[in-house]
């Protein structure tokens, strides 16, 4: 149904609990299916690999289009989000992953799977899991990092899903496989009804938020931005906001001089030039708004190195997660491994990632150092573990391999949205969030087909492990801009304190 303004309940702070809970126990369930949905697709690749001939590259474009556009649709959730409510969004994704599934089990070809099973999925894992990370981001504030853990530790029952689809098509064949997996999605249409909205609210004007947009006016986003709006909503709704524009220099008008400049006009003369007598002129006013504040905050992000920063390490670091996930039973079947034992990687993958995430995450909410230094050491950590992926040539080496790329995989995956919330100064919206992982989707995409095309090269997994690498090494590089961009931030702030003073 359509956002009805003033539907969210206000706070002036995160409640860091309550209905909270909620929320986390809905995001458990959207890594369950949703993510391990990603992972199962590894059984299905190698099922599709086999049922239709077809070489690694192209079969990689099924889970690389999957996994690419459940980040990529960003900026689509953010449009749609800004016009419904949560739970219309996420039962909308739900129903996206069902009708791809369905669809699916008639498929006959790899390009009609990369439509129904990429695509479809892709685009309802978008919906189902950008809504459920900010409104877990507005909900938590102290608990972020440990809540975020306790929700994405549910991809973690992957360990149960693995060994229950490889079961699913021993029975049913991957038709009817995807046919029962398409309706167990539907359980995310009932626990979606738990999305309740919440608005915090700030006493103070440099927080300040413009409403419908959430970029807060304190933050990185009015830092760097070409502009910054500052719209002052009156007491009666009959009057037309007034809106002020500050730009890169100028000092901005206050709230309370904004307020005394509407006390004049509402008692002087041209009291009713500021009445609005029908909807349409409501209508068209609050489109002009509207438009003006989407163009500022997109305009915002790009010239905020915070974002360049986070959006760069997303995508590396997603680039390498996506092609060793994507290959795992792949490569066990290249040495000689039974399907089912192959499965069994994904369980304790799934159970190790798990207990890794609920520790980095409890580890990280005690502030013993900033959280993306604790981000940057899992990315490095996890590009020396690739770096020994080739040698694990038996199963017992190849389970010793999986097991140390869980952890430490599982440890960067529980604090990627607490330095994103970090970055962003607190305001994770649609948009920041949207737009950080549409980069991160579009640089994810040639991922998966190129690993595949560096196997049917050389007939072996060893360039994917160096390429996967590669790429968590790239993903950490970015993160030592952060002090000095830190620094540059602080230079400005003091900057423009000085030039007010003199003014």
Not at 18 to 34: A, D, E, K, T
Not at 279 to 306: D, T, V
Not at 324 to 342: E, F, K, S, Y
Request: charge should be positive; proline fraction near 4%.
């Amino acid at each position: 149904m359509p956002k009805r303004e003033g539907k969210a309940r206000p706070y002036t702070k995160a409640l860091d609990g309550g209905w909270g809970w909620m929320i986390v126990f809905h995001f458990f369930l959207v890594n369950v299916f949703v993510v391990g949905m990603v992972k199962n697709s590894a059984i299905f690749f190698a099922v599709f690999q086999e049922e239709f001939e077809s070489t690694s590259q192209q079969t990689g474009w099924i889970g690389s289009i999957m996994a690419s556009l459940s980040i990529a649709a960003g900026p689509l959730v953010a449009i749609i989000a800004d016009t419904y409510d949560d739970k219309t969004v996420s039962i909308l994704g739900a129903f996206l992953i069902t009708g791809g599934f369905l669809i699916s089990s008639q498929a006959t070809s790899i390009p009609f799977l990369c439509v129904t099973m990429g695509v479809l999925p892709g685009l309802g894992s978008a919906f189902l899991y950008q809504v459920a990370v900010v409104l877990i981001s507005k909900y938590f504030k102290k608990r972020l990092a440990l809540s975020t853990a306790i929700s994405r530790a549910g991809m973690g029952l992957t360990f149960l899903l693995a060994p229950f689809t490889k079961f699913l098509i021993d029975q049913y064949d991957w038709t009817g496989a995807l046919i029962i997996l398409g309706a167990i999605i539907l359980n995310l249409v009932p626990s979606s009804m738990l999305l309740r909205p919440i608005h915090i609210t700030s006493n103070s004007n440099s927080d300040f938020k413009d409403e419908g947009s959430g970029l807060s006016a304190s933050g990185p986003e009015a830092e760097y931005g070409a502009e910054t709006s500052y719209c002052n909503k009156p007491q009666e709704s009959t009057i037309i906001r007034d809106c002020t524009v500050q730009k890169p220099g100028q000092s901005s008008t206050s709230l309370t001089d904004s307020q005394n400049q509407n006390k004049e006009f509402n008692d002087g003369p041209n009291r009713n030039r500021l009445l609005v007598t029908t909807n349409e002129q409501r209508f068209e006013k609050k489109s002009i708004l509207w438009s003006c504040k989407q163009k500022l905050s997109f305009i915002s992000l790009f010239k905020n190195p915070f974002f360049c920063i986070i959006t760069w390490s997303l995508i590396f670091s997603r680039l390498a997660f996506v092609v060793t996930n994507l290959h795992l039973v792949a490569i066990a079947r290249t040495l000689g491994i039974d399907m089912m034992d192959a499965s069994y990687l994904l369980s304790v993958a799934g159970i190790t990632e798990s207990v890794s995430q609920i520790i980095s995450g409890w580890i990280a909410d005690r502030n013993w150092i900033k959280k993306y230094h604790y981000l940057q050491f899992y990315l490095i950590v996890c590009s020396i573990t690739d770096l020994f992926g080739p040698l694990a040539t038996t199963f017992p080496l190849l389970m010793t391999y999986t097991i140390f790329s869980a952890m430490f995989s599982g440890g960067y995956l529980a604090l990627i949205v607490p330095v994103l919330v970090d970055l962003s100064a607190e305001s994770v919206t649609h948009r920041f969030y949207g737009f950080a992982f549409f980069f991160t989707g579009i640089g994810t995409l040639p991922g998966p087909p190129i690993a595949g095309w560096l196997h049917d090269s050389s007939q072996t997994y060893a360039g994917s492990f160096y390429f996967s690498s590669t790429c968590y090494l790239l993903s950490s590089v970015s993160l030592f801009f952060i002090p000095l961009a830190e620094r540059r931030k602080k230079q400005r702030l003091t900057r423009r304190k000085e030039d007010s003073n003199q003014v």
